[in-house]
């Protein structure tokens, strides 16, 4: 298994997310640590995989390895229940995404076609 150091930019402040891939074959289902919620977090999901390129400071290019979300997704509560289910395409919501409460309960349902919320 393998531990990765994640770096998000929330609400204009960094927070780090301890991420542990479980299948690293086929980089599937991870667990991490929210420090936000304070909560362990399952998600699967497919990926694809590119290189980015970034400069810092200095003008110096970075390349960094991304796993881009691509394809059916599932994220549980704490407690092992299905929290949400979806599909992405490219990073993108797309499709019908299905939310429910930590009791398991349907509370709400999404429309989304390329990262939009369509009304």
Known sequence: MRFILCFA???GGYFTVQSQVIDENNGKT???YDSISHKKVK??????QEYRF???KDGNTIDTLVFIKNGPY???HEN??????GYYKRDRKTGTW???????T???TEEWLDGNLKQ
Request: hydrophobic residues 30%; positive net charge; charged residues 20%.
């Open 9 to 11: 930019l929330i609400l």
């Open 30 to 32: 991870y667990y991490y």
């Open 43 to 48: 998600e699967i999901f497919h990926h694809i």
């Open 54 to 56: 970034f400069y810092d």
């Open 74 to 76: 599932t994220r549980y």
């Open 80 to 85: 092992g229940k299905l929290a949400c289910s």
């Open 98 to 104: 299905k939310y429910y409460s930590t009791s398991g």
């Open 106 to 108: 349907l509370i709400k």
